[in-house]
Protein backbone atom coordinates (compact mmCIF):
# COMPACT_ATOMS: atom_id res chain seq x y z
CA UNK A 1 0.00 0.00 0.00
CA UNK A 2 0.82 3.37 -0.65
CA UNK A 3 1.54 5.95 2.20
CA UNK A 4 0.09 8.75 -0.20
CA UNK A 5 -3.52 10.03 0.78
CA UNK A 6 -6.02 9.06 -1.69
CA UNK A 7 -6.79 11.57 -5.13
CA UNK A 8 -10.23 13.13 -5.72
CA UNK A 9 -11.40 14.34 -9.25
CA UNK A 10 -12.36 17.94 -8.48
CA UNK A 11 -15.55 18.76 -10.45
CA UNK A 12 -13.57 20.59 -13.46
CA UNK A 13 -11.65 17.44 -13.87
CA UNK A 14 -15.06 15.63 -14.22
CA UNK A 15 -16.66 17.99 -17.18
CA UNK A 16 -13.19 18.44 -18.65
CA UNK A 17 -12.30 15.15 -19.25
CA UNK A 18 -15.75 14.39 -20.80
CA UNK A 19 -15.59 17.04 -22.92
CA UNK A 20 -12.42 16.36 -24.38
CA UNK A 21 -13.05 11.99 -24.67
CA UNK A 22 -16.52 12.81 -26.27
CA UNK A 23 -14.93 15.87 -28.86
CA UNK A 24 -11.70 13.87 -29.48
CA UNK A 25 -13.40 10.73 -30.14
CA UNK A 26 -15.91 12.27 -32.54
CA UNK A 27 -14.15 14.30 -34.35
CA UNK A 28 -11.44 11.18 -34.90
CA UNK A 29 -14.35 8.55 -35.76
CA UNK A 30 -15.71 11.53 -38.29
CA UNK A 31 -12.17 12.15 -39.72
CA UNK A 32 -11.95 8.20 -40.73
CA UNK A 33 -14.97 8.43 -41.86
CA UNK A 34 -14.06 10.80 -43.85
CA UNK A 35 -11.21 9.41 -44.90
CA UNK A 36 -13.38 6.55 -45.92
CA UNK A 37 -15.46 7.99 -48.49
CA UNK A 38 -15.77 6.97 -51.89
CA UNK A 39 -16.26 8.65 -54.93
CA UNK A 40 -16.61 7.45 -58.31
CA UNK A 41 -16.00 9.75 -61.63
CA UNK A 42 -15.09 12.79 -61.93
CA UNK A 43 -16.12 13.75 -58.45
CA UNK A 44 -12.64 11.71 -57.57
CA UNK A 45 -10.56 14.62 -57.78
CA UNK A 46 -12.60 17.01 -56.06
CA UNK A 47 -13.44 14.69 -53.31
CA UNK A 48 -9.56 13.74 -52.78
CA UNK A 49 -9.26 17.91 -52.65
CA UNK A 50 -11.46 17.94 -50.22
CA UNK A 51 -9.95 15.38 -47.75
CA UNK A 52 -5.94 17.36 -48.26
CA UNK A 53 -7.75 20.43 -46.74
CA UNK A 54 -9.45 18.33 -44.00
CA UNK A 55 -6.30 16.63 -43.11
CA UNK A 56 -4.44 20.04 -42.95
CA UNK A 57 -7.19 20.98 -40.85
CA UNK A 58 -7.09 18.41 -38.28
CA UNK A 59 -2.81 18.50 -39.14
CA UNK A 60 -3.33 14.76 -40.01
CA UNK A 61 -5.77 13.74 -36.89
CA UNK A 62 -3.18 15.22 -34.25
CA UNK A 63 -5.68 17.76 -32.83
CA UNK A 64 -8.35 15.81 -31.83
CA UNK A 65 -5.59 13.17 -30.72
CA UNK A 66 -3.90 15.49 -28.41
CA UNK A 67 -7.87 16.28 -27.39
CA UNK A 68 -8.42 12.53 -26.53
CA UNK A 69 -5.22 12.22 -24.58
CA UNK A 70 -5.47 15.33 -22.99
CA UNK A 71 -8.80 14.59 -21.46
CA UNK A 72 -7.63 10.95 -20.45
CA UNK A 73 -4.57 11.78 -19.13
CA UNK A 74 -6.38 14.60 -17.32
CA UNK A 75 -9.26 11.51 -15.67
CA UNK A 76 -6.31 9.86 -14.83
CA UNK A 77 -4.62 13.00 -12.28
CA UNK A 78 -1.60 12.74 -14.55
CA UNK A 79 0.95 15.49 -14.42
CA UNK A 80 1.12 14.97 -18.82
CA UNK A 81 -2.46 16.29 -19.10
CA UNK A 82 -0.87 19.61 -19.27
CA UNK A 83 1.56 19.06 -21.92
CA UNK A 84 -1.09 16.87 -24.07
CA UNK A 85 -3.76 19.91 -23.75
CA UNK A 86 -0.35 22.59 -24.70
CA UNK A 87 -0.05 20.57 -27.09
CA UNK A 88 -3.31 20.66 -28.88
CA UNK A 89 -3.55 24.43 -28.02
CA UNK A 90 -0.05 25.05 -29.79
CA UNK A 91 -1.32 22.87 -32.84
CA UNK A 92 -4.12 24.79 -33.13
CA UNK A 93 -2.46 28.06 -33.31
CA UNK A 94 -0.44 26.97 -36.21
CA UNK A 95 -3.16 25.67 -38.14
CA UNK A 96 -4.48 28.66 -37.66
CA UNK A 97 -1.64 30.50 -38.85
CA UNK A 98 -1.44 27.78 -41.79
CA UNK A 99 -4.91 28.60 -42.91
CA UNK A 100 -4.41 32.83 -42.58
CA UNK A 101 -1.05 32.18 -45.02
CA UNK A 102 -2.13 29.31 -47.68
CA UNK A 103 -6.04 29.82 -47.27
CA UNK A 104 -6.74 33.23 -46.44
CA UNK A 105 -6.28 34.97 -49.55
CA UNK A 106 -8.71 32.46 -51.61
CA UNK A 107 -11.40 32.30 -49.01
CA UNK A 108 -13.35 35.77 -47.68
CA UNK A 109 -15.04 35.04 -44.50
CA UNK A 110 -17.86 36.47 -44.72
CA UNK A 111 -19.36 36.32 -41.29
CA UNK A 112 -18.18 36.82 -37.92
CA UNK A 113 -19.20 34.26 -36.42
CA UNK A 114 -16.32 32.11 -37.63
CA UNK A 115 -13.76 34.25 -36.00
CA UNK A 116 -16.18 34.20 -32.90
CA UNK A 117 -15.90 30.41 -32.67
CA UNK A 118 -11.89 30.45 -33.46
CA UNK A 119 -11.46 32.61 -30.89
CA UNK A 120 -14.09 30.91 -28.06
CA UNK A 121 -12.30 27.85 -29.17
CA UNK A 122 -8.65 29.29 -28.28
CA UNK A 123 -10.08 30.57 -25.22
CA UNK A 124 -11.59 27.17 -23.64
CA UNK A 125 -8.19 25.28 -24.76
CA UNK A 126 -6.02 28.55 -22.88
CA UNK A 127 -8.01 28.13 -19.90
CA UNK A 128 -8.08 24.84 -19.86
CA UNK A 129 -3.93 24.68 -19.89
CA UNK A 130 -4.09 27.41 -17.06
CA UNK A 131 -6.10 24.91 -15.11
CA UNK A 132 -4.10 21.98 -15.76
CA UNK A 133 -0.73 23.40 -14.86
CA UNK A 134 -2.87 24.81 -11.82
CA UNK A 135 -3.48 21.16 -10.89
CA UNK A 136 -0.08 19.76 -11.66
CA UNK A 137 1.37 22.83 -9.66
CA UNK A 138 -0.94 22.27 -6.62
CA UNK A 139 -0.05 18.45 -6.47
CA UNK A 140 -3.39 17.30 -7.44
CA UNK A 141 -1.60 15.97 -11.34
CA UNK A 142 1.09 13.81 -10.70
Not at 16 to 33: D, E, K, P, Q, V
Not at 44 to 63: E, N, P, T, Y
Not at 105 to 116: A, D, E, H, L, P
Not at 117 to 133: E, K, N, R, S
Request: hydrophobic content about 60%; glycine content about 8%.
Amino acid sequence: MSDSPPRHRPFWVWVISLLYLLTGTLAILSLFRFLGMEAAGDQVADVLAVRQQALAWSMFGLIPAANLAGGILLFMLHRWAFYAFAAALVMNLLNILRYLILEASRVQITSGSSVVGVLFGLGVITAVCVYTWRLRKDGILR
